[in-house]
Protein backbone atom coordinates (compact mmCIF):
# COMPACT_ATOMS: atom_id res chain seq x y z
CA UNK A 1 0.00 0.00 0.00
CA UNK A 2 1.68 2.80 -1.57
CA UNK A 3 0.53 7.07 -1.76
CA UNK A 4 1.20 8.00 -4.86
CA UNK A 5 4.43 10.96 -4.24
CA UNK A 6 3.32 13.99 -4.11
CA UNK A 7 6.02 15.51 -6.14
CA UNK A 8 7.29 13.71 -9.68
CA UNK A 9 9.46 16.41 -11.54
CA UNK A 10 12.96 16.45 -12.24
CA UNK A 11 15.32 19.02 -10.96
CA UNK A 12 15.17 21.03 -7.88
CA UNK A 13 12.30 24.05 -7.61
CA UNK A 14 14.86 26.53 -8.01
CA UNK A 15 16.24 25.23 -11.30
CA UNK A 16 12.60 24.73 -12.64
CA UNK A 17 11.68 28.27 -11.44
CA UNK A 18 14.72 29.86 -13.47
CA UNK A 19 14.14 27.89 -16.64
CA UNK A 20 10.55 28.65 -16.35
CA UNK A 21 11.34 32.20 -16.48
CA UNK A 22 14.83 32.57 -17.79
CA UNK A 23 13.88 31.48 -21.06
CA UNK A 24 11.46 33.44 -22.14
CA UNK A 25 13.29 36.10 -20.60
CA UNK A 26 15.91 35.79 -23.18
CA UNK A 27 13.64 35.31 -25.85
CA UNK A 28 12.54 39.05 -25.56
CA UNK A 29 15.70 40.39 -24.63
CA UNK A 30 16.82 38.34 -28.07
CA UNK A 31 13.95 39.73 -30.19
CA UNK A 32 14.35 43.68 -28.29
CA UNK A 33 18.08 43.57 -29.68
CA UNK A 34 17.01 41.72 -33.01
CA UNK A 35 14.35 45.28 -33.32
CA UNK A 36 16.80 47.45 -32.48
CA UNK A 37 19.77 46.18 -34.87
CA UNK A 38 17.04 46.36 -37.76
CA UNK A 39 15.82 49.94 -37.71
CA UNK A 40 19.55 51.02 -37.12
CA UNK A 41 20.93 48.93 -39.88
CA UNK A 42 18.11 49.68 -42.64
CA UNK A 43 18.08 53.54 -41.12
CA UNK A 44 14.35 53.20 -40.41
CA UNK A 45 11.93 56.34 -40.06
CA UNK A 46 11.00 56.70 -36.61
CA UNK A 47 7.21 57.83 -37.41
CA UNK A 48 7.76 54.30 -39.56
CA UNK A 49 9.07 51.80 -36.69
CA UNK A 50 10.56 53.23 -33.68
CA UNK A 51 13.83 51.75 -32.28
CA UNK A 52 13.21 50.73 -29.07
CA UNK A 53 15.30 53.62 -27.52
CA UNK A 54 12.67 55.94 -28.94
CA UNK A 55 9.65 53.82 -27.10
CA UNK A 56 11.40 54.40 -24.21
CA UNK A 57 12.00 58.45 -24.51
CA UNK A 58 8.26 58.61 -25.45
CA UNK A 59 7.37 56.54 -22.31
CA UNK A 60 9.93 58.55 -20.11
CA UNK A 61 8.79 62.02 -21.21
CA UNK A 62 5.45 61.12 -20.99
CA UNK A 63 5.09 58.86 -17.80
CA UNK A 64 2.90 60.40 -15.93
CA UNK A 65 0.12 61.02 -18.64
CA UNK A 66 0.72 56.99 -20.00
CA UNK A 67 0.26 55.69 -16.74
CA UNK A 68 -2.87 57.58 -15.91
CA UNK A 69 -4.30 56.17 -19.38
CA UNK A 70 -3.44 52.90 -18.25
CA UNK A 71 -5.46 53.61 -15.33
CA UNK A 72 -8.18 54.79 -17.02
CA UNK A 73 -8.02 51.43 -19.59
CA UNK A 74 -7.31 48.86 -16.68
CA UNK A 75 -10.14 50.23 -14.62
CA UNK A 76 -12.47 49.55 -18.07
CA UNK A 77 -11.14 46.44 -18.35
CA UNK A 78 -11.77 45.27 -14.68
CA UNK A 79 -14.95 46.92 -14.34
CA UNK A 80 -16.53 45.14 -17.36
CA UNK A 81 -14.49 41.90 -16.74
CA UNK A 82 -15.88 41.54 -13.32
CA UNK A 83 -19.94 42.11 -14.30
CA UNK A 84 -18.99 39.31 -16.77
CA UNK A 85 -18.31 37.22 -13.92
CA UNK A 86 -20.93 38.06 -12.11
CA UNK A 87 -23.56 37.63 -14.80
CA UNK A 88 -22.07 35.00 -17.04
CA UNK A 89 -21.94 32.94 -14.06
CA UNK A 90 -25.54 33.21 -12.81
CA UNK A 91 -26.80 32.97 -16.26
CA UNK A 92 -24.57 29.62 -16.80
CA UNK A 93 -26.36 28.55 -13.15
CA UNK A 94 -29.78 28.59 -14.48
CA UNK A 95 -28.92 27.21 -17.94
CA UNK A 96 -27.89 24.37 -16.25
CA UNK A 97 -30.75 24.17 -13.63
CA UNK A 98 -33.63 23.86 -16.03
CA UNK A 99 -33.80 22.54 -19.22
CA UNK A 100 -36.54 25.07 -20.40
CA UNK A 101 -34.31 28.17 -19.62
CA UNK A 102 -31.35 26.42 -21.47
CA UNK A 103 -33.57 25.90 -24.73
CA UNK A 104 -35.02 29.18 -24.18
CA UNK A 105 -31.84 30.98 -23.61
CA UNK A 106 -28.84 28.80 -25.76
CA UNK A 107 -30.11 29.90 -29.21
CA UNK A 108 -29.99 33.41 -28.16
CA UNK A 109 -26.86 33.76 -27.02
CA UNK A 110 -25.51 31.82 -29.90
CA UNK A 111 -27.02 34.65 -32.16
CA UNK A 112 -25.92 37.48 -30.15
CA UNK A 113 -22.68 36.10 -29.61
CA UNK A 114 -22.66 35.74 -33.80
CA UNK A 115 -22.37 39.62 -34.20
CA UNK A 116 -18.99 41.37 -34.27
CA UNK A 117 -18.69 43.02 -31.03
CA UNK A 118 -17.30 46.06 -32.78
CA UNK A 119 -20.27 46.33 -35.27
CA UNK A 120 -21.82 47.37 -31.92
CA UNK A 121 -19.08 49.59 -30.95
CA UNK A 122 -20.26 52.94 -32.62
CA UNK A 123 -23.74 52.35 -31.38
CA UNK A 124 -22.98 52.41 -28.15
CA UNK A 125 -21.35 55.87 -28.46
CA UNK A 126 -24.45 57.19 -29.72
CA UNK A 127 -26.29 55.09 -26.48
CA UNK A 128 -23.83 56.03 -23.70
CA UNK A 129 -21.57 58.93 -24.87
CA UNK A 130 -17.74 58.95 -24.96
CA UNK A 131 -17.69 58.15 -21.21
CA UNK A 132 -16.43 55.33 -19.54
CA UNK A 133 -19.71 53.54 -19.60
CA UNK A 134 -19.51 52.64 -22.96
CA UNK A 135 -16.25 50.40 -22.68
CA UNK A 136 -16.88 49.09 -19.72
CA UNK A 137 -20.28 47.43 -21.54
CA UNK A 138 -18.09 46.38 -24.59
CA UNK A 139 -15.57 44.70 -22.56
CA UNK A 140 -18.68 43.03 -20.79
CA UNK A 141 -19.60 42.13 -24.12
CA UNK A 142 -16.81 40.31 -25.10
CA UNK A 143 -16.12 38.65 -21.72
CA UNK A 144 -19.87 37.17 -21.23
CA UNK A 145 -19.94 34.63 -24.18
CA UNK A 146 -17.22 32.51 -22.99
CA UNK A 147 -17.79 32.25 -18.99
CA UNK A 148 -21.63 31.57 -19.69
CA UNK A 149 -20.58 28.41 -21.99
CA UNK A 150 -17.73 27.10 -19.99
CA UNK A 151 -19.50 27.63 -17.02
CA UNK A 152 -22.66 25.89 -18.32
CA UNK A 153 -20.60 23.34 -19.86
CA UNK A 154 -18.70 22.74 -16.11
CA UNK A 155 -21.78 22.52 -14.48
CA UNK A 156 -23.08 19.71 -16.67
CA UNK A 157 -20.25 17.73 -16.72
CA UNK A 158 -20.61 16.43 -13.11
CA UNK A 159 -19.77 12.58 -12.93
CA UNK A 160 -23.05 10.25 -12.52
CA UNK A 161 -21.34 8.79 -9.38
CA UNK A 162 -21.30 11.74 -7.69
CA UNK A 163 -24.38 12.70 -8.01
CA UNK A 164 -25.80 9.39 -7.08
CA UNK A 165 -23.43 9.56 -4.13
CA UNK A 166 -25.01 12.58 -2.61
CA UNK A 167 -28.62 11.75 -4.04
CA UNK A 168 -28.33 8.54 -1.97
CA UNK A 169 -27.99 10.69 1.24
CA UNK A 170 -31.19 12.66 0.26
CA UNK A 171 -29.38 15.91 -0.12
CA UNK A 172 -31.29 18.57 -1.31
CA UNK A 173 -30.82 20.52 -4.67
CA UNK A 174 -29.02 23.21 -2.99
CA UNK A 175 -26.85 21.04 -1.19
CA UNK A 176 -25.77 19.02 -4.20
CA UNK A 177 -25.24 21.76 -6.26
CA UNK A 178 -22.67 23.72 -3.32
CA UNK A 179 -21.19 20.45 -2.32
CA UNK A 180 -20.70 19.09 -5.59
CA UNK A 181 -21.54 20.51 -8.59
CA UNK A 182 -20.39 24.02 -8.34
CA UNK A 183 -17.22 23.01 -6.88
CA UNK A 184 -16.58 20.45 -9.52
CA UNK A 185 -17.11 22.62 -12.39
CA UNK A 186 -14.58 25.62 -10.67
CA UNK A 187 -11.81 24.26 -13.16
CA UNK A 188 -13.39 25.00 -15.90
CA UNK A 189 -14.90 28.55 -14.97
CA UNK A 190 -11.51 28.98 -14.44
CA UNK A 191 -11.47 28.21 -18.43
CA UNK A 192 -13.72 30.82 -19.10
CA UNK A 193 -12.22 33.37 -17.15
CA UNK A 194 -9.30 32.92 -18.90
CA UNK A 195 -10.13 33.46 -21.80
CA UNK A 196 -12.15 36.05 -21.08
CA UNK A 197 -9.66 38.08 -19.43
CA UNK A 198 -7.61 38.25 -22.69
CA UNK A 199 -10.71 39.56 -24.74
CA UNK A 200 -11.26 42.24 -21.80
CA UNK A 201 -8.55 44.30 -22.98
CA UNK A 202 -9.52 43.79 -26.49
CA UNK A 203 -12.72 44.94 -25.88
CA UNK A 204 -11.82 48.53 -23.91
CA UNK A 205 -9.16 49.32 -26.55
CA UNK A 206 -11.95 48.58 -29.19
CA UNK A 207 -14.84 50.90 -27.54
CA UNK A 208 -11.72 53.36 -27.08
CA UNK A 209 -10.78 54.02 -30.86
CA UNK A 210 -14.70 54.09 -31.71
CA UNK A 211 -14.58 57.53 -29.55
CA UNK A 212 -13.21 58.31 -25.93
CA UNK A 213 -11.07 60.64 -24.49
CA UNK A 214 -9.11 59.02 -22.53
CA UNK A 215 -7.57 55.93 -22.15
CA UNK A 216 -4.37 54.07 -24.10
CA UNK A 217 -7.00 53.38 -26.81
CA UNK A 218 -7.31 56.80 -27.42
CA UNK A 219 -3.50 57.83 -26.82
CA UNK A 220 -2.85 55.44 -29.78
CA UNK A 221 -5.50 56.98 -32.18
CA UNK A 222 -4.38 60.56 -31.29
CA UNK A 223 -0.64 59.54 -31.87
CA UNK A 224 -1.44 57.73 -35.00
CA UNK A 225 -2.76 60.73 -36.24
CA UNK A 226 -0.08 63.05 -35.46
CA UNK A 227 2.18 60.45 -36.32
CA UNK A 228 3.81 59.97 -32.94
CA UNK A 229 4.76 56.61 -33.30
CA UNK A 230 6.91 55.90 -30.42
CA UNK A 231 3.90 57.10 -28.07
CA UNK A 232 1.54 54.33 -29.87
CA UNK A 233 4.20 51.55 -29.01
CA UNK A 234 4.93 52.83 -25.75
CA UNK A 235 0.85 52.51 -25.35
CA UNK A 236 0.86 49.17 -26.91
CA UNK A 237 3.38 47.54 -24.63
CA UNK A 238 1.17 49.10 -21.90
CA UNK A 239 -1.75 46.82 -23.05
CA UNK A 240 0.60 43.95 -23.39
CA UNK A 241 1.46 44.72 -19.41
CA UNK A 242 -2.00 44.71 -18.21
CA UNK A 243 -3.08 41.56 -20.69
CA UNK A 244 -0.45 39.62 -19.13
CA UNK A 245 -0.73 40.99 -15.82
CA UNK A 246 -4.36 39.92 -15.70
CA UNK A 247 -3.70 36.94 -17.22
CA UNK A 248 -0.94 35.44 -14.92
CA UNK A 249 -3.18 37.08 -11.99
CA UNK A 250 -5.66 34.73 -12.81
CA UNK A 251 -3.61 31.78 -12.86
CA UNK A 252 -1.97 32.22 -9.74
CA UNK A 253 -5.39 32.84 -8.40
CA UNK A 254 -6.09 28.99 -9.92
CA UNK A 255 -3.36 27.77 -8.37
CA UNK A 256 -3.93 29.28 -4.51
CA UNK A 257 -7.91 28.10 -4.76
CA UNK A 258 -8.11 24.98 -7.07
CA UNK A 259 -4.61 23.46 -6.04
CA UNK A 260 -6.65 19.46 -6.78
CA UNK A 261 -7.36 20.60 -10.65
CA UNK A 262 -4.06 20.56 -12.39
CA UNK A 263 -3.61 16.97 -11.46
CA UNK A 264 -7.34 15.56 -12.25
CA UNK A 265 -7.90 16.80 -15.77
CA UNK B 1 -34.02 -6.55 7.99
CA UNK B 2 -34.13 -5.93 4.08
CA UNK B 3 -37.39 -7.81 2.26
CA UNK B 4 -37.99 -7.59 -1.23
CA UNK B 5 -41.45 -8.81 -1.99
CA UNK B 6 -42.64 -9.74 -5.63
CA UNK B 7 -40.13 -6.58 -6.98
CA UNK B 8 -40.12 -6.20 -10.77
CA UNK B 9 -38.55 -3.89 -12.46
CA UNK B 10 -39.09 -2.47 -16.02
CA UNK B 11 -37.01 -0.15 -17.84
CA UNK B 12 -38.22 2.20 -20.82
CA UNK B 13 -35.31 1.65 -22.97
CA UNK B 14 -34.66 2.83 -26.39
CA UNK B 15 -36.42 0.36 -28.21
CA UNK B 16 -38.85 -0.97 -25.84
CA UNK B 17 -39.24 -1.84 -22.69
CA UNK B 18 -36.42 -3.94 -20.68
CA UNK B 19 -36.88 -5.95 -18.48
CA UNK B 20 -34.31 -5.73 -15.55
CA UNK B 21 -35.76 -7.42 -12.87
CA UNK B 22 -38.87 -10.13 -12.37
CA UNK B 23 -40.70 -11.19 -9.07
CA UNK B 24 -37.56 -11.15 -6.98
CA UNK B 25 -38.64 -12.33 -3.31
CA UNK B 26 -35.63 -12.46 -1.25
CA UNK B 27 -35.07 -11.32 2.81
CA UNK B 28 -32.07 -10.04 4.20
CA UNK B 29 -32.02 -10.96 7.85
CA UNK B 30 -30.29 -9.05 10.69
CA UNK B 31 -26.16 -8.53 10.50
CA UNK B 32 -26.72 -11.10 7.56
CA UNK B 33 -24.25 -10.72 4.27
CA UNK B 34 -25.61 -11.66 1.06
CA UNK B 35 -24.11 -11.40 -1.65
CA UNK B 36 -25.53 -10.88 -5.41
CA UNK B 37 -23.98 -12.81 -8.25
CA UNK B 38 -24.75 -12.88 -11.67
CA UNK B 39 -23.74 -11.90 -15.28
CA UNK B 40 -23.53 -8.42 -15.95
CA UNK B 41 -27.34 -7.11 -17.27
CA UNK B 42 -28.74 -9.39 -14.46
CA UNK B 43 -30.15 -6.59 -12.33
CA UNK B 44 -27.62 -6.94 -9.62
CA UNK B 45 -27.36 -2.85 -9.22
CA UNK B 46 -30.70 -2.56 -9.77
CA UNK B 47 -31.54 -4.38 -7.02
CA UNK B 48 -29.28 -2.72 -4.65
CA UNK B 49 -30.23 0.88 -5.51
CA UNK B 50 -34.27 -0.35 -5.03
CA UNK B 51 -33.15 -0.87 -1.61
CA UNK B 52 -31.43 2.50 -1.36
CA UNK B 53 -34.23 4.16 -2.35
CA UNK B 54 -32.33 5.46 -5.24
CA UNK B 55 -35.29 3.34 -8.03
CA UNK B 56 -38.74 2.49 -7.15
CA UNK B 57 -39.67 -0.76 -8.45
CA UNK B 58 -42.06 -1.17 -11.24
CA UNK B 59 -44.09 -3.73 -8.46
CA UNK B 60 -43.70 -5.56 -5.76
CA UNK B 61 -42.61 -3.57 -2.30
CA UNK B 62 -39.01 -3.34 -0.93
CA UNK B 63 -38.77 -3.01 3.18
CA UNK B 64 -36.20 -1.79 5.27
CA UNK B 65 -36.49 -2.49 9.23
CA UNK B 66 -39.89 -3.00 8.44
CA UNK B 67 -40.60 0.23 6.58
CA UNK B 68 -41.23 0.81 2.98
CA UNK B 69 -38.67 2.38 1.34
CA UNK B 70 -39.63 5.23 -0.79
CA UNK B 71 -36.68 7.53 -0.72
CA UNK B 72 -32.52 7.23 1.02
CA UNK B 73 -32.78 6.10 4.53
CA UNK B 74 -29.71 7.58 6.72
CA UNK B 75 -29.54 4.05 8.42
CA UNK B 76 -28.93 2.94 4.59
CA UNK B 77 -25.61 3.83 3.21
CA UNK B 78 -24.48 2.87 -0.38
CA UNK B 79 -20.87 1.88 -1.44
CA UNK B 80 -20.08 2.70 -5.36
CA UNK B 81 -18.31 0.87 -7.88
CA UNK B 82 -15.84 3.62 -7.80
CA UNK B 83 -14.45 5.19 -5.19
CA UNK B 84 -16.39 8.58 -5.76
CA UNK B 85 -14.38 10.96 -3.64
CA UNK B 86 -14.31 14.75 -4.16
CA UNK B 87 -11.18 15.64 -5.25
CA UNK B 88 -11.33 18.95 -3.86
CA UNK B 89 -11.77 17.77 -0.61
CA UNK B 90 -9.01 15.95 1.53
CA UNK B 91 -9.61 12.11 2.58
CA UNK B 92 -11.02 13.27 6.22
CA UNK B 93 -13.65 16.11 4.47
CA UNK B 94 -14.45 13.51 2.48
CA UNK B 95 -15.29 10.95 4.63
CA UNK B 96 -17.24 13.73 6.44
CA UNK B 97 -19.26 14.64 3.78
CA UNK B 98 -22.30 12.47 5.02
CA UNK B 99 -21.90 14.43 8.48
CA UNK B 100 -22.37 17.84 6.81
CA UNK B 101 -25.05 16.68 4.62
CA UNK B 102 -27.38 14.35 6.92
CA UNK B 103 -26.42 17.51 9.83
CA UNK B 104 -24.88 15.16 12.39
CA UNK B 105 -22.71 15.86 15.02
CA UNK B 106 -19.42 17.12 13.87
CA UNK B 107 -17.01 16.53 17.09
CA UNK B 108 -18.24 13.42 17.41
CA UNK B 109 -18.34 12.38 14.15
CA UNK B 110 -14.92 13.51 13.67
CA UNK B 111 -13.34 11.65 16.15
CA UNK B 112 -15.31 8.42 14.63
CA UNK B 113 -13.75 9.61 11.30
CA UNK B 114 -10.10 9.44 12.61
CA UNK B 115 -10.88 5.35 14.23
CA UNK B 116 -12.14 4.24 11.11
CA UNK B 117 -9.11 5.59 9.19
CA UNK B 118 -7.11 4.25 11.75
CA UNK B 119 -9.11 1.06 11.17
CA UNK B 120 -8.85 0.63 7.73
CA UNK B 121 -4.95 1.39 7.62
CA UNK B 122 -5.49 5.30 6.50
CA UNK B 123 -4.20 7.33 9.31
CA UNK B 124 -1.40 9.69 8.48
CA UNK B 125 -3.48 10.04 5.43
CA UNK B 126 -6.25 12.67 6.60
CA UNK B 127 -4.88 16.21 5.24
CA UNK B 128 -4.27 14.14 1.60
CA UNK B 129 -6.20 14.50 -1.23
CA UNK B 130 -7.85 11.59 -3.13
CA UNK B 131 -5.56 12.13 -6.39
CA UNK B 132 -2.64 11.40 -4.05
CA UNK B 133 -3.66 8.07 -2.64
CA UNK B 134 -3.79 4.48 -4.76
CA UNK B 135 -6.69 2.76 -6.53
CA UNK B 136 -6.95 0.83 -2.72
CA UNK B 137 -6.60 3.60 -0.37
CA UNK B 138 -9.55 5.47 -2.68
CA UNK B 139 -11.59 2.85 -2.03
CA UNK B 140 -10.44 2.23 1.61
CA UNK B 141 -11.19 6.20 2.47
CA UNK B 142 -14.89 5.64 0.62
CA UNK B 143 -15.75 2.55 2.84
CA UNK B 144 -15.05 4.62 5.62
CA UNK B 145 -17.30 6.86 3.87
CA UNK B 146 -20.20 4.64 4.02
CA UNK B 147 -19.52 3.84 7.61
CA UNK B 148 -19.60 7.42 9.28
CA UNK B 149 -23.61 7.54 9.36
CA UNK B 150 -23.07 3.90 11.25
CA UNK B 151 -25.82 2.73 9.23
CA UNK B 152 -28.06 -0.56 9.92
CA UNK B 153 -27.41 -1.73 6.62
CA UNK B 154 -24.67 -1.17 4.02
CA UNK B 155 -25.00 -2.07 0.09
CA UNK B 156 -22.22 -2.24 -1.92
CA UNK B 157 -22.11 -2.39 -5.54
CA UNK B 158 -19.37 -3.93 -6.71
CA UNK B 159 -16.80 -2.33 -4.51
CA UNK B 160 -13.60 -3.67 -5.36
CA UNK B 161 -14.05 -4.67 -9.04
CA UNK B 162 -11.82 -2.25 -9.80
CA UNK B 163 -8.88 -3.17 -7.97
CA UNK B 164 -6.28 -5.63 -8.62
CA UNK B 165 -6.62 -9.23 -7.22
CA UNK B 166 -4.87 -8.95 -3.80
CA UNK B 167 -5.63 -5.62 -2.95
CA UNK B 168 -8.93 -6.88 -3.54
CA UNK B 169 -8.58 -9.45 -1.66
CA UNK B 170 -7.14 -7.29 1.59
CA UNK B 171 -10.06 -5.53 1.21
CA UNK B 172 -12.30 -8.31 1.66
CA UNK B 173 -10.46 -9.73 4.50
CA UNK B 174 -10.73 -6.07 6.29
CA UNK B 175 -14.50 -6.08 5.68
CA UNK B 176 -14.81 -9.25 7.17
CA UNK B 177 -13.07 -7.77 10.27
CA UNK B 178 -15.17 -5.02 10.56
CA UNK B 179 -18.46 -7.12 10.54
CA UNK B 180 -17.04 -8.85 13.47
CA UNK B 181 -16.79 -5.28 15.31
CA UNK B 182 -19.78 -3.73 13.76
CA UNK B 183 -23.33 -5.13 13.79
CA UNK B 184 -24.36 -4.50 10.38
CA UNK B 185 -26.66 -6.11 7.66
CA UNK B 186 -24.62 -6.44 4.06
CA UNK B 187 -25.97 -6.66 0.71
CA UNK B 188 -22.58 -7.22 -1.54
CA UNK B 189 -22.92 -7.41 -5.56
CA UNK B 190 -19.98 -9.09 -7.19
CA UNK B 191 -19.62 -11.18 -10.15
CA UNK B 192 -16.57 -13.05 -9.19
CA UNK B 193 -17.30 -15.98 -7.35
CA UNK B 194 -14.33 -16.20 -5.27
CA UNK B 195 -15.28 -12.51 -3.43
CA UNK B 196 -18.97 -14.23 -2.83
CA UNK B 197 -17.79 -16.99 -1.47
CA UNK B 198 -15.31 -15.27 0.76
CA UNK B 199 -17.27 -12.88 2.46
CA UNK B 200 -21.12 -14.41 2.02
CA UNK B 201 -23.14 -16.00 4.51
CA UNK B 202 -25.63 -16.70 1.68
CA UNK B 203 -25.16 -16.30 -1.87
CA UNK B 204 -27.98 -15.19 -3.76
CA UNK B 205 -27.77 -16.27 -7.81
CA UNK B 206 -29.06 -13.96 -10.26
CA UNK B 207 -30.18 -14.97 -13.97
CA UNK B 208 -30.11 -12.90 -16.39
CA UNK B 209 -32.61 -11.39 -18.97
CA UNK B 210 -34.86 -10.72 -17.24
CA UNK B 211 -33.10 -11.29 -13.68
CA UNK B 212 -34.62 -14.12 -11.50
CA UNK B 213 -33.56 -15.08 -8.47
CA UNK B 214 -32.15 -18.59 -9.34
CA UNK B 215 -30.75 -20.18 -6.54
CA UNK B 216 -29.41 -19.68 -2.54
CA UNK B 217 -26.66 -21.19 -1.53
CA UNK B 218 -25.80 -20.70 2.76
CA UNK B 219 -22.41 -20.64 3.11
CA UNK B 220 -21.54 -22.45 6.19
CA UNK B 221 -17.96 -22.11 6.44
CA UNK B 222 -16.16 -20.63 9.22
CA UNK B 223 -14.76 -16.94 9.37
CA UNK B 224 -12.55 -15.79 9.50
CA UNK B 225 -11.67 -16.75 5.69
CA UNK B 226 -8.62 -16.53 3.76
CA UNK B 227 -8.68 -17.51 -0.13
CA UNK B 228 -4.94 -18.98 0.64
CA UNK B 229 -4.88 -22.91 2.21
CA UNK B 230 -6.74 -23.40 4.84
CA UNK B 231 -8.87 -26.32 6.83
CA UNK B 232 -12.02 -25.46 4.55
CA UNK B 233 -10.68 -25.38 1.27
CA UNK B 234 -12.94 -28.46 0.11
CA UNK B 235 -16.11 -26.82 1.25
CA UNK B 236 -14.08 -23.76 -0.33
CA UNK B 237 -14.24 -25.54 -3.70
CA UNK B 238 -17.56 -27.09 -3.25
CA UNK B 239 -19.70 -23.35 -3.04
CA UNK B 240 -17.00 -22.21 -6.10
CA UNK B 241 -18.05 -25.30 -8.20
CA UNK B 242 -21.95 -24.73 -7.90
CA UNK B 243 -21.49 -21.36 -8.08
CA UNK B 244 -19.67 -21.42 -11.69
CA UNK B 245 -22.21 -23.93 -13.02
CA UNK B 246 -24.88 -21.98 -12.00
CA UNK B 247 -23.32 -19.06 -13.68
CA UNK B 248 -21.63 -20.43 -16.78
CA UNK B 249 -24.08 -21.73 -19.48
CA UNK B 250 -23.89 -25.53 -20.13
CA UNK B 251 -21.61 -25.87 -23.59
CA UNK B 252 -24.79 -26.89 -25.40
CA UNK B 253 -26.73 -23.95 -24.75
CA UNK B 254 -24.40 -21.52 -24.67
CA UNK B 255 -25.40 -19.71 -27.80
CA UNK B 256 -29.01 -18.82 -26.39
CA UNK B 257 -27.49 -17.55 -22.91
CA UNK B 258 -24.42 -15.38 -23.09
Known amino acids: ?265 | MIKLTHVSHVFAGRQGEVHALDDITLEVRRNELVTLVGRSGCGKSTMLRMVAGLLRPSSGTVTVAGELVGKPRQDVSFMFQRAALLPWRTVLDNVLLPVEILRLDRAAKRRRAHELLELVGLAGFEKRLPHELSGGMQQRASLCRSLIQDPLVLLMDEPFSALDALTREELSIELQRIRMEQEMTIVFVTHSIEEAVLLADRVAVLSPRPGRLRKIIDVDIPRPRTLGRNAYADRVAEVSAELHELLMPAPMASEGAG
Open chain 1, 1 to 265: MTAVPRTRRIGSRATRRLVDWGLPVIALVALVALWWLATIVFSIEKFLVPAPDDVIEAFVGQSGFLLEQTWVTLLETVQGFAVAVVVGISTAMSIASSRLLEKMIYPLLLAVNAVPKIAIAPILVVWLGFGQFPKIVMVFLLCFFPIVISTATGLKSTPAELTELVRSYDASRLQVFFKVRFPYALPQVMVGLKTAISLAVIGAVIAEFVGADAGLGFVIVQSGASADTPLAFAAMALLGVISIVLFYGLNALEKVILPWAEENR
